[in-house]
């Protein structure tokens, strides 16, 4: 199985996505695409984000299946194994932060346990290289096959998605490149909190990318919300950080750009008013209605992020 692992890496993708790790519920977080390989289960949630379940991430670990549940079922205690601190400062190292190791996802009435691929690369690092005398020659070899973004270009391969929006998706995947550790610890940018419109829009058929930059929509929004409620005396001040347009984009002439971020207290207020007031309330159909695309791709990325618009 192990060897079945390592020839699957090697298939090349025709692109890429975006590793991030959302939170079960955020905007509707589903499953996308799923595949099983002789009982290996992998797929593409909702918003970009590759995973595999738990018998794929022990496969790829050569270790049994309940050495990752105990990953899962030790990962908030108080008193840490030696372990989960060494798989946690692996992912620290990428500025990664998950309240949970994997995912519980509901799908055609059965639960998913779905590990996101950056976190099935922080566990298959350790049994590769930290775990002492239960290092594996399997997570070594694996781990070389699928360091950096193989793992995640192996998910999409396997399992089909992006086919039909690869041009989006990769100019999508390049902002994403180039400014996942931007906003400082302990605040969050809107770019990264507006993944799931995003995915949405690409899914339903809308270029992103130049021209159609919906997260500048959605930050002016906000910023106006921030300032009309003064939210600073709630949750702080906002502070600035760079941003990166990739070199096609006109805005690159004057890279960074300097952008807002918020104080992460804050984060719960936003995704409320995301969905009540941006999406619910009528400025995202305002958005799309000025980017003159066929009615088909706005009616659709309406219908799955804000159902309600179209009654």
């Known amino acids: ?47 970009g984000t590759p995973y595999l379940n738990q018998r794929g991430l022990a496969a790829l670990c050569g ?10 079922s030790q990962w908030n205690d108080d008193d840490l194994k030696p372990k989960i601190k060494n798989i946690k400062s692996i992912l620290r190292e990428s500025d990664i932060i998950v309240d949970n190791p994997h995912l519980e996802i509901e799908h055609r009435g059965v639960v998913h346990y779905c590990y996101p691929a950056s976190v099935c690369l922080a566990i298959l690092e350790y049994y590769a290289m930290d775990a002492g005398p239960n290092k594996k020659s399997e997570a070594r070899r694996n781990y070389r096959l699928l360091s950096g973004s193989k793992l995640q270009e192996m998910i999409y391969s396997q399992v089909g998605y992006g086919d039909d929006n690869s041009i989006a ?20 940018s809107i770019f990264n909190e507006a993944h799931t419109v995003i995915y949405e829009l690409i899914m339903a058929g809308a270029e992103i990318g130049e021209t159609m930059v919906p997260d500048i929509s959605i930050g002016i929004h906000w910023a106006k919300h921030w300032d009309r409620n003064r939210l600073n005396e709630r949750f702080g001040d906002r502070r600035k950080f760079p941003h990166r347009y990739p070199d096609d ?59 309600g618009l179209l009654e």
């Open 1 to 47: 199985m192990n060897n079945k692992i390592s020839r699957l890496s090697l298939v090349s993708s025709k692109n890429k996505g975006n590793g991030n790790h959302p939170r079960q519920g955020e905007l509707g977080l589903g499953i996308d695409k799923e595949r099983d390989i002789d009982g290996i289960g992998m797929g593409v949630l909702s918003d």
């Open 63 to 72: 270790v049994k299946n309940a050495h990752i549940g105990t990953i899962s």
């Open 169 to 188: 998706l990769r100019k999508w995947h390049e902002r994403i490149e180039l400014n996942h550790q931007s906003a400082p610890s302990g605040y969050f």
């Open 249 to 307: 984009h006109p805005q690159a002439r004057s890279n960074p750009q300097v952008a807002n971020c918020y104080p992460l207290d804050a984060l719960g207020e936003y995704r409320r008013w995301l969905q009540n007031e941006y999406l619910d309330g009528g400025k995202f159909k305002n958005y799309l209605s000025r980017k003159s695309l066929p009615p088909s791709i706005s009616e659709l990325a309406i219908s799955r992020l804000s159902p």
